[in-house]
């Protein structure tokens, strides 16, 4: 059962980070969502594993911050997951954020483990596409 949402407080900045793979998924959300957070006067962090020249400048413009957390690929791949998971956990300890807003598989899982050992108050997970024949 879901819950409602809570009426957010006037005139109170949150602090929002969003967590999400590189390219086509940090375009989206960039501008469905971090440019509407941004536009309620909310702070934004965008984390991602690399950024490209657009993607700065596009953060930039809309007044939002970023934040590089790479996955380390060395290792065994347990390990590898665990140090980027506290890499990232690290960023949003720093930062701390009262929500992060986590999309893309593998980012999915790391941003919702890092941001509740953080302390983040909500962890909201975008799920992006589910494969349409298993719903038929």
């Not at 999400?20 to 984390?47: F, K, T, Y």
Request: glycine share 8%; proline share 7%; hydrophobic share 50%.
């Amino acid at each position: 059962m879901a819950m409602p949402a809570a009426a957010p407080v006037a005139g109170v900045q949150q602090r929002v980070a969003f967590v999400c793979p590189p390219g086509a998924p940090l375009q989206q959300i960039r501008d469905m969502l971090v440019s509407e957070v941004v536009a309620r006067h909310h702070r934004v962090l965008v984390v991602a594993p690399e950024f490209r020249d657009d993607d700065v400048r596009g953060l930039d413009a809309i007044g939002a911050e970023h934040a590089l957390c790479a996955p380390d690929a060395n290792g065994l791949k347990l390990f590898a997951d665990w140090k980027a998971i506290g890499g990232l956990r690290q960023v949003l300890t720093a930062w701390s954020p009262q929500q992060v807003v986590a999309c893309g598989a593998k980012t999915m899982v790391y941003g919702a483990l890092a941001a509740k050992s953080a302390g983040a108050e909500r962890v909201v997970l975008v799920i992006d596409a589910l494969p349409e024949h298993r719903f038929s």
